[in-house]
């Protein structure tokens, strides 16, 4: 089974602050996404990569940026978090995109005070 | 837009009965519908999926039927255990263009021994 990891697990920071979340797979997947899940809205697209060096824009970009350094990590960057980005965030990847199945990681808990 | 709809947003049943949880879809052009099984704590994880061009799909005690006509499917959890507590999402895609599905909000389900 695709293994998909997210570091840190949780993280606390303030308004303001920068944050850099933290997604590998070492299932040779081409596609990689960011998501972030909120009691009511249920999971949301924030980027996605179809490999090293691209992204995608996904439904909720704003405020976020991305960086696909390698094929197997993804990055979530938060340079002025503020407490709306307050969520639980999830990294998932699949090997060829559109309908082929999706693998997520354990997600990140990130509060923003 | 909310592209795909599920209701109801929780259930509670007793073991052994079949839980129901229902999906609709706003575009006639998705053509792939997998369902998601997230336990707390952890990421998503793939439970079953069907393609349009079928009605029903099963899966051991899972079952998805789909109605094309009226863009709406429903998955069936016969003999509904404790185990199968979780929230379940439903997702849609097609397999051009837009390189994501489209999930919903999720449906919580709690099944009571």
């Known amino acids: 089974e695709a293994a998909v990891t997210q570091s840190p697990r949780n993280k606390v920071t303030v308004t303001g602050g920068n944050v850099t979340l933290s997604c590998r797979q070492t299932?040779?997947?081409?596609?990689m996404y960011w998501y972030r899940q909120d009691t009511g809205h249920g999971l949301r697209l924030i980027h996605y990569s179809y490999g090293a060096g691209n992204l995608q824009i996904g439904d909720v970009p704003d405020g976020y940026k991305a960086t696909r350094t390698t094929q197997e990590d993804f990055f979530l960057l938060l340079e002025l978090a503020s407490p709306s980005q307050t969520s639980l965030y999830f990294c998932?990847?699949?090997?060829?995109?559109?309908?082929?199945?999706?693998?997520f990681g354990p997600g990140t808990r990130l509060l923003v005070l | 837009q909310q592209q795909v709809r599920q209701s109801p947003q929780s259930l509670t049943v007793w073991e052994g009965e079949t839980a129901i949880l229902n999906c609709s879809y706003e575009n006639s052009a998705f053509d792939y519908f997998p369902w998601y099984q997230q336990f707390p704590g952890e990421g998503p994880a793939l439970l079953i999926s069907?393609?349009?061009?079928?009605d029903k799909k099963e899966d051991g005690r899972f079952t998805i039927f789909f109605n094309k006509r009226e863009k709406k499917l429903s998955l069936h959890i016969a003999d509904s255990q404790p185990g199968d507590s979780a929230t379940y999402f439903c997702?849609?895609?097609?397999?051009?263009?837009?390189?994501?599905?489209?999930f919903g909000k999720g449906t919580s389900l709690t099944v009571i021994p």
């Open positions: 069907i393609l349009s061009v079928s």
């Open positions: 997702a849609a895609s097609y397999n051009t263009g837009y390189q994501n599905f489209y």
């Open positions: 998932a990847s699949s090997l060829l995109g559109g309908e082929d199945t999706q693998y």
């Open positions: 299932n040779s997947h081409n596609y």
